[in-house]
């Protein structure tokens, strides 16, 4: 029986010595199977150690390069940051509280941070270190101790820093000067006036863009009963010379026949009872003047922010009348309000509301056969909901997200500013309401303004 072949890796590795004759074995068979084993089960653990070092390695470059960003980022922070453990020994700080504090970083490890502040804001520092919760930010005025003595005022927010499992083990403080955020303060507070006032500025411009286009349906709306009452004191002045000359024959004795006779040329009779109508039509044309110009008079902003009880019928009806007139051609328009329907409001950027919504509405209608405009007002609840709809083509798909924008208009150059409908909106949200647009589902579009009832 031939011996069995020698393993290989066994005899690589020196691991069967061979010493005089070999002599047959019944166990060495089992026994180069468990070296090889072995073996191999070692070279698993070397290309396992091999796979590790080099999973280490990147990992290491990768904690080093994230290291790395860290102190970038913090050394290019412009606020100061100082970083304590649980007893206010300092652990870290950056150039910005190196250069406030005026000494080398070395210099300022482990000096507790009571010193570095202000003896007499030091109370605070020690209330800051015995915070007891993590979770909120403890903001602080306080003053450092710097080479060249007490630095200005710093406006300084501390937070807890604690360990993975939620222990607290130190603080963490940033801040900048007091001087330096009350000028970003003033620089954003005269930034805001500055929009605000902007803003304003646009809201009167396009409210007398609005009365412009409303002149000539005030016009018309003050000319028939001007007109009116006009004709009727040219009346009323020919009935007066004829009553002069019958009262003057009365006065001077004429005999019974002659003031008879002037009785029936002058019509004395049909001037007496046609005095009761001319005086009364005087006084509608009168009384329509006169609402016109409340109307109007209401259109003016007393006071930003005042608020008072709107009659949403009187109003609509005005505002959409006289937006109609002051647009050629005929434009049927189909009211629905409820009766005794009131909104908190300023009345005079109520009625602004309606005339954009309305002079919008004609320009959409502009071409139709039937032109049709139907404006409604109901309530729903606490408010007040107000449509005003046309029988136009509609919005183009991508364009309701857009009508609210300002400058944005589809009308052609010089027709239209594209503030109307944006100023609409802020006045609606003003109010504490809604201005939205969609398009109908029988052809046309909708505005829905909603306000707070009265």
């Known amino acids: 029986m031939a011996a069995p072949e020698r393993s290989t890796a066994a005899a690589k590795t020196g691991l069967i010595d061979r010493v005089g004759p070999h002599l047959p074995s019944p166990f060495e068979g089992d026994q180069e199977a468990a070296w090889i084993e072995v073996i191999r089960k070692m070279d698993e653990v070397y290309a396992d150690l091999l796979r590790y070092e080099t999973d280490l390695e990147e990992k290491n470059t990768a904690l080093e ?80 101790v710097t080479a060249t003595g007490l630095s200005d005022l710093y406006a300084i927010n501390g937070a807890t820093r604690s360990d993975p499992a939620g222990a607290r083990v130190g603080t963490v403080l940033t801040g900048r000067p007091i001087g330096e955020l009350r000028r970003a303060y003033e620089a954003l507070h005269t ?21 412009g286009r409303l002149v000539a349906g005030v016009a018309h709306e003050l000319n028939n009963p001007i007109s009116f009452i006009y004709g009727n004191i040219h009346t009323l002045e020919r009935y007066r010379e004829r009553m002069s000359a019958y009262l003057t024959a009365i006065h001077h004795g004429a005999d019974p026949a002659e003031v008879d006779r002037l009785r029936r040329e002058l019509k004395i009779d049909a001037l007496l009872a046609d005095y009761a109508s001319l005086i009364e039509g005087t006084l509608e044309g009168a009384m329509r003047v006169s609402d016109v110009v409340k109307n109007l008079r209401r259109l003016s902003f007393p006071k930003s922010g005042e608020t008072l009880r709107v009659d949403v019928d009187r109003v609509v009806r005005t505002a959409a009348r006289w937006a109609a007139r002051a647009k050629p051609g005929h434009v049927a328009l189909d009211f629905d309000i409820a009766p005794d329907v009131a909104v908190i409001g300023n009345e005079g950027q109520f009625h602004q509301i309606i005339v954009n919504l309305v002079d919008n509405a004609l320009d959409a209608v502009r071409g139709q056969t039937e032109p049709r405009i139907e404006i409604a007002a109901k309530r729903h609840g606490g408010d007040v909901v107000i449509t005003v709809a046309d029988n136009g083509a509609g919005f183009a798909d991508g364009l309701i997200d857009k009508i609210f924008e300002p400058f944005f208009t589809t009308k052609p150059v010089g027709e239209g500013t594209g503030l109307g409908l944006w100023i609409s909106y802020g006045i609606a949200r003003e109010h504490g309401g809604t201005l939205a647009a969609s398009n109908r589902p029988g052809g046309g579009a909708v505005f829905t303004l909603t306000l707070a009832a009265a």
Not at 73 to 87: A, Q, Y
Not at 91 to 117: F, I, K, M, Y
Not at 191 to 211: C, F, G, I, Y
């Open 191 to 211: 930034a805001h006036s500055e929009l605000q006032r902007a803003q304003r500025q646009l809201v009167e411009q396009e409210k007398m863009a609005s009365l």
């Open 65 to 144: 390069e994230a290291q790395a960003f860290i102190s970038s980022v913090i050394e290019s922070v412009s606020d100061i940051l100082i970083v304590c453990d649980r007893n206010g020994v300092v652990l870290q700080v950056n150039p910005a509280a190196v250069r406030l504090l005026g000494s080398p970083a070395d210099a300022l490890l482990a000096r507790s941070l009571g010193e570095l502040v202000d003896p007499a804001d030091r109370a605070h520092i020690d209330a800051l270190l015995r915070a007891p919760s993590a979770a909120e930010t403890v903001a602080l005025e306080i003053r450092f």
